[in-house]
């Protein structure tokens, strides 16, 4: 697409998989237009020479799928960005971006132990986003991601889970938008901020509200115990800070595409 007033404009898709993640990208965006991408949310918007595709594709491996092809259907993607915000599985602080290299698809613990599927992440665009991550004051680092199929929070299994992966980040829906990135040709990348640490539990098991039947176990688990609602109220301002540092990298990182 070329703007009749500049430059040719490069074509970029964000899948986000919550309203958190996504009202902080979209904070980055001169917002153009609201839309529906199929049964996704949506907002097309521009920064700098890049003309933007943010989606909220929900949680999970194939939500993220789903929503990636839907977007195909109507938009033709330069680069597909998988983000929000990230688990850290090394010494990290809240806010960090994580920059992946790489994204481990692991479906299970056997995947995880026998090595699984690996992605590749765009080598071009790992060097802009370190870069983007100076001018924006963010503190940064590049490795490993991997993903899983559900709310890893016990502090246990996140150790488990890195010493079994070398990982530095850990999500669940990376590798689900990075292989339909791979079978369509586009340049992948992985850029999430850190939102909790890996000796810290969440404050309850959140796998519980993934499910219909599950919500009213879970919020009677925030309800009848205090220390989940104080880990809650901790955890709200780790997120808070993780989306201020994702909205301020995004805006040096858009810009800085060419």
């Known amino acids: 697409m070329r703007d009749p ?62 929503a990636y092809r839907e977007a195909l259907t109507s938009h033709r993607l330069e680069l597909a960005i998988s983000s929000g915000f990230a688990c850290a599985l090394s010494a990290s602080a809240i806010g960090d971006l994580l920059v992946g290299t790489e994204v481990l698809v692991s479906l299970s613990g056997a995947a995880l132990q026998s090595g ?21 004051d963010v503190t940064a680092r590049a490795g490993r991601f991997v ?11 996140k150790r488990a889970v890195a010493a079994m992966t070398g990982a530095i980040g850990l999500d669940m829906e ?20 850190v939102s909790d640490l890996p000796d ?10 993934l499910s219909p039947s599950g919500w009213m176990r879970g919020t009677f688990a ?12 901790r955890l709200r301002a780790q997120v808070a800070r993780a989306s201020e540092r994702m909205s301020r990298f995004f805006v040096k990182f858009l810009e800085g595409l060419e």
């Open 5 to 66: 007033a500049g430059p040719r404009l490069i074509q970029v898709g964000i899948f986000t998989a919550t309203r958190w993640e996504f009202n902080a990208i979209r904070n980055a965006l001169v917002v153009q237009d609201e839309q529906r991408i199929g049964r996704y949310r949506a907002v097309l918007g521009r920064r700098g020479h890049a003309q933007v595709l943010l989606v909220r594709t929900g949680l999970g491996v194939a939500s993220g799928e789903a």
């Open 116 to 136: 699984g599927q690996v992605i590749s992440c765009s080598k071009e665009r790992q060097v802009q986003a370190m870069g983007a991550a100076r001018e924006a």
């Open 147 to 157: 993903t899983v199929p559900h709310v890893v929070w016990r502090a246990e299994e």
């Open 174 to 193: 990376s590798a689900a938008v990075g292989a339909v990135a791979a079978e369509q040709g586009t340049p992948f990348a992985v850029l999430r901020t």
């Open 200 to 209: 810290e539990d969440l404050p309850l098991d959140f796998n519980l509200f």
């Open 222 to 233: 925030c309800l009848t115990h205090p220390s989940c609602l104080l880990g809650l109220k």
